[in-house]
């Protein structure tokens, strides 16, 4: 069985921290710089920083802060948030990010999935999935949303997630946007049924509130990772604690200390 992942995502406006429940009511949670130090001593395995204002003009703001994370922290991190075309990426990635997410760009353009993955490598192509469960005319399905959540999208999520492995994405982050902020759980079964039908890994993101979250998420939700953002950041939760909990329940996890 592979090592399992805790990842700390840092959603960034201005180059400060920020976290909401359901995407809104957003506090402020710390400079992103140093949190994303802080996690790295910690032990977290990777981080993952999105630029939620991500606008023309605050591209060449978030670029300074990824220079900035890259001559600060020693473990891989991705970057995301307004990522639109080759450029975008080859700008991201020459800063010093390891990997680049993508989402609305993908929904509306799936050919750019195949394009980025053909000119850096699938390696380091993560397709984010923001999904809620709604009312459509077959029925509650989980579809997929666009621009921070805020847009539902014709697309469902199960079949999406295959479509983007089979364009080359090298892994998934699934957002559960119901349970996102809400620290009641992952959205379990969901991730299992993605998880169970994709070839590359599924990063769990919405809804963790304690370390048992990320035991559950990791074996009855499938998932190759557990990303969290206020329990982190607001010290809910510490990371050398959460490893110990996973490792002594028989999970494979890089230990530091």
Known sequence: MLTKRIIPCLDVKDGRTVKGVNFVNLRDAGD???LGALYAAHGADELVYLDITATVDGR???????????HTINIPFTVGGGISSIADVSALLH?????VSINSAAVKNPDL???LSLEFGSQCIVV???TRYIETENGREHIVHTHGGRKPTELRTIPWAKEVEDRGAGEILLTSMDTDGTKAGFALELTA????NANIPVIASGGAGNMEHFYD???AGKADAGLAASIFHFREIDIPDLKK?????????????
């Open 245 to 257: 909990y996973l490792h002594d329940k028989n999970l494979p996890m890089r230990m530091t200390r």
């Open 113 to 115: 999935i195949n394009e």
């Open 128 to 130: 984010a999935i923001d």
């Open 60 to 70: 060449s703001t978030f670029i300074d802060l990824v220079r900035k994370v890259a």
């Open 193 to 196: 049924t993605i998880s169970g």
């Open 217 to 219: 998420v990791f074996t």
């Open 32 to 34: 992103a710089v140093e």
């Open 95 to 99: 800063a010093g990010a390891d990997k």
